[in-house]
């Protein structure tokens, strides 16, 4: 079979497991086939080398345009003693390996995590296009546009990109403001080829991909829409998507041919909340399955916690609902209020209940350390949690929050009352962390002994038990130096052996000494402290 195709859609991301399906551009090649233009999927990160792979690629498609998905930008589950990155040097490589086999070819970039931050990832790789959001039938579109005009000036194809109203141009000069390109997003562009289809499992699934999923037992995922009717301060999804609703036949006929390709028992409905934007559609949906399909399938989603009834989780059992995720967040009715959280904590708990009650597989997340977390806050949201996870639940905690840009919690994070809080806060393009009131390794060791000795409890990014007992010790004496104990906190740092935190020990010392004026002694266990960092481990 020819490998030749006119475009080559790369699956630029680094993370291998859990293996995500390329959705969009799964989309996109139904998009292009339905044009009549010859696609090509790649996954380079699938391969031991990914730089010889996608030069070999372009070599054997000679590709007139490539375009990029960029699905993670970071892992978002940091570490506690690491330094959080990105992936950015991944797409730099990627981006670069094109170039080399071919420095003529269009580069284009798309994907949700070039969505999150793409002025920095095109400032980054060099490339001029990018398109934001879902936009498959746009790129598709700009393909035909630029197939229709190559060979041309490279500015005949940035003005032909200027037609698309998710599309980002970058000429070297100022970047849009993000109120500026909020307004661009509300343009819709009305030029789009008519046939484009609007159901995509039966044209776009690539075999490649499919073959990936079944080695790595992946979930094929279908959409009921795109974007996200909830305004949660930490989340970017709907800066960067226009809440559109699919027609219902159209899920159906995904769901069907889903089901031929033999993924019936391994769906993902990859919506952000499954029941939003109205507990009603999702129980039309549910309908709508049981009907074409009884019982017979088996699928897993997400769902908000404040439009969940008994009748809706038992309609989603009854439809093949299996597991489920809700993004509960905290369950201090405080906290939530400043998240932006649409219901009470009360109301978050019957939502798990009643999952519970369905028989269910219910998880739920939490994220200690928003703004207005105190340690009171932490202690009620997981006490309470407890009471969930002896019922049946589990919980995934996540000490501190990823500050994505021009998010409500960006903002916040540069103002000067939230700045200790913020890690990096000067950082280019390297993640910054919120967490309050405490660093979060403190916070985790605080939480750990809430949760110690409960199945089902899981924690995006944990640590093992010896620099655990250092947390917990470092936690314990910020509590006295705040309790003005400062005498207490210098004799247990003398007193314990502090191993791999040292640092952290060390600037409590040097704070603790300078509030007792002696500023020599704190001078020289800083210089120390400086010292240590300057030589290499």
């Known amino acids: 079979m020819s490998t030749k195709a006119d475009v080559l859609l790369v699956y630029a991301n680094p993370v291998v497991f859990p293996f995500a399906q390329p959705y969009g551009l799964s989309i996109i090649k139904a998009h292009l086939s339905v044009l009549n233009i010859a696609s090509r999927i790649v996954l380079p990160f699938q391969s031991a080398s990914p730089d010889e792979y996608i030069r070999s690629a372009i070599g054997q498609s000679a590709p007139k345009i490539i375009g990029l998905s960029f699905r993670n930008l970071d892992t978002a589950g940091f570490g506690l003693d690491e330094k959080p990155s990105t992936f950015f040097s991944s797409l730099e490589s990627i981006v670069a390996a094109c170039r080399s086999a071919d420095p003529e070819v269009l580069l284009v970039l798309g994907g949700s995590g070039f969505s999150v931050d793409p002025y920095t990832a095109l400032r980054k790789t060099g490339v001029r296009i990018g398109f934001v959001g879902p936009s498959e039938a746009e790129f598709a579109a700009f393909v035909a546009d630029c197939l229709g005009h190559l060979p041309s000036r490279p ?21 849009l403001t993000v109120h500026e390109f909020k307004e661009s997003l509300r343009r819709p562009t009305t030029h789009l080829p008519k046939q484009l289809p609007s159901a995509y499992v039966p044209y776009g699934i690539d075999p490649l991909a499919l073959e990936f999923s079944d080695l790595l037992g992946a979930n094929l995922p279908v959409r009921t829409k795109t974007g996200c009717s909830l305004r949660c301060i930490y989340c970017v999804v709907p800066y960067i998507e226009r809440l559109s609703l699919r027609q219902i036949p159209h899920v159906i006929e ?15 409905i990859a919506d952000g909340e499954f029941n939003l934007p109205s507990l009603e559609r999702a129980l039309a949906i549910c309908d709508a399955i049981k009907s074409e399909f009884g019982s017979s399938l088996r699928w897993r989603c997400y769902v908000c916690p404040s439009e969940v009834s008994e009748e809706l989780a038992s309609s989603m059992a009854e439809a093949g609902c299996i597991s489920v995720g809700l993004a509960v967040d905290s369950l201090s009715d405080d906290v939530r209020l400043t998240m932006k959280k649409r219901c009470t904590a009360d109301v978050a708990m019957t939502a798990v209940r009643s999952f519970l009650k369905a028989g269910v597989e219910t998880i739920f997340t939490l994220l200690f350390g928003a703004p207005q977390e105190s340690l009171a806050s932490a202690l009620e949201s997981s006490a309470l949690a407890r009471e969930l996870v002896i019922e049946g639940s589990h919980v995934s905690n996540t000490v501190g929050l990823r500050i994505y840009p021009n998010t409500p919690l960006d903002i916040l994070a540069h103002h000067e009352i939230y700045r200790p809080f913020v890690s990096h806060p000067d950082s280019d393009g390297r993640p910054m962390l919120f967490c309050s009131p405490i660093p979060r390794a403190e916070l985790y060791a605080v939480l750990q002994d809430v949760f110690a000795g409960l199945p089902r409890v899981h924690w995006t990014a944990p640590i093992d038990g010896q620099r655990l007992a250092s947390y ?3 936690a314990h004496l910020h509590d006295m130096y705040r309790r003005d104990h400062h005498e207490t ?3 247990e740092i003398a007193r314990h052996e502090v191993g791999e935190v ?3 020990f060390a600037l409590l010392k040097a704070k603790t000494l300078r509030h007792l004026g002696r500023l020599d002694q704190a001078r020289d266990t800083l210089l120390t402290h400086l010292e240590s960092e300057r030589t290499p481990r």
């Not at 041919?257 to 993902?268: E, I, N, Q, S, V």
Request: glycine residues 6%.
């Open 155 to 175: 500015v005949d194809v940035l003005a032909l990109a200027n037609r698309y109203s998710s599309c980002i141009v970058n000429l070297g000069e100022p970047a």
């Open 254 to 268: 995904d769901l069907r041919a889903a089901a031929r390709l033999g993924y019936g028992k391994r769906l993902f």
């Open 472 to 474: 917990r010790l470092l």
């Open 489 to 491: 906190v210098l004799n």
């Open 502 to 504: 040292w640092p952290q």
